[in-house]
T-cell receptor, first 112, second 114 residues
Framework: GQQLNQSPQSMFIQEGEDVSMNCTSSSIFNTWLWYKQDPGEGPVLLIALYKAGELTSNGRLTAQFGITRKDSFLNISASIPSDVGIYFCAGQSDNYGQNFVFGPGTRLSVLP | DAGVIQSPRHEVTEMGQEVTLRCKPISGHNSLFWYRQTMMRGLELLIYFNNNVPIDDSGMPEDRFSAKMPNASFSTLKIQPSEPRDSAVYFC????????????FGPGTRLTVL
């Protein structure tokens, strides 16, 4: 089946630094989604991308839909302690469940 | 407004026992999704319903797993018999239509099978 790879697997940054993470696949996706999961909670949608090349922001977060449709990037500017958590990408290649997958996640730690 | 409600939040059971996880979707949402999350396999979509009808259950690991949605406000995920490898966090999510980008996740049920 389709798989997503996320890098890095984990990262430690200083408060105030910018963060970049990415999500790649060997398959083409029509939609890319970025979620954040806090400990003990379910994932929460951050950004949804629908077109190749699309760049979308949500506050300090910016995500891009790669032109090849096989990757996506998430950037966080001026990190703060509450940015700590696991960031998941998810891809959807059509409207049916068997083509919707989550990546393994990037664990972000923010040091004060 | 109440979000997706799952119960129990934690479940500890012994191998071979039947386990039933419950989910109440957000009122008005007509799609419901069950996920399993483990360290080894990450987040996996098990099954989803639209208008109470199972649309795709290809993610259900094996016959020991079954899911039902008897009405628009309630769904169950049952494991019978349970095995230690079923230990995971099980999430329920709901959305309007089959829109994955509008999924709202519940807090999850942490299942431990001894």
């Amino acid at each position: 089946g389709q798989q997503l790879n996320q890098s890095p697997q984990s990262m430690f940054i200083q408060e105030g630094e910018d963060v970049s993470m990415n999500c790649t696949s060997s398959s083409i996706f029509n939609t890319w989604l970025w979620y954040k999961q806090d400990p003990g909670e379910g994932p929460v949608l951050l950004i949804a991308l629908y077109k190749a090349g699309e760049l979308t922001s949500n506050g300090r977060l910016t995500a891009q839909f790669g032109i090849t449709r096989k990757d996506s990037f998430l950037n966080i500017s001026a990190s703060i302690p509450s940015d700590v958590g696991i960031y998941f990408c998810a891809g959807q290649s059509d409207n049916y469940g068997q083509n919707f997958v989550f990546g393994p996640g990037t664990r972000l730690s923010v040091l004060p | 407004d109440a979000g997706v409600i799952q119960s129990p939040r934690h479940e500890v059971t012994e191998m071979g026992q039947e386990v039933t996880l419950r989910c109440k979707p957000i009122s008005g949402h007509n799609s419901l999704f069950w996920y399993r999350q483990t360290m080894m396999r990450g987040l996996e979509l098990l099954i989803y319903f639209n208008n109470n009808v199972p649309i795709d259950d290809s993610g259900m690991p094996e016959d020991r797993f079954s899911a039902k949605m008897p009405n628009a406000s309630f769904s169950t995920l049952k494991i019978q018999p349970s095995e230690p490898r079923d230990s995971a966090v099980y999430f329920c999510a709901s959305s309007l239509g089959l829109s994955y980008n509008e999924q709202f996740f519940g807090p999850g049920t942490r299942l431990t099978v001894l």
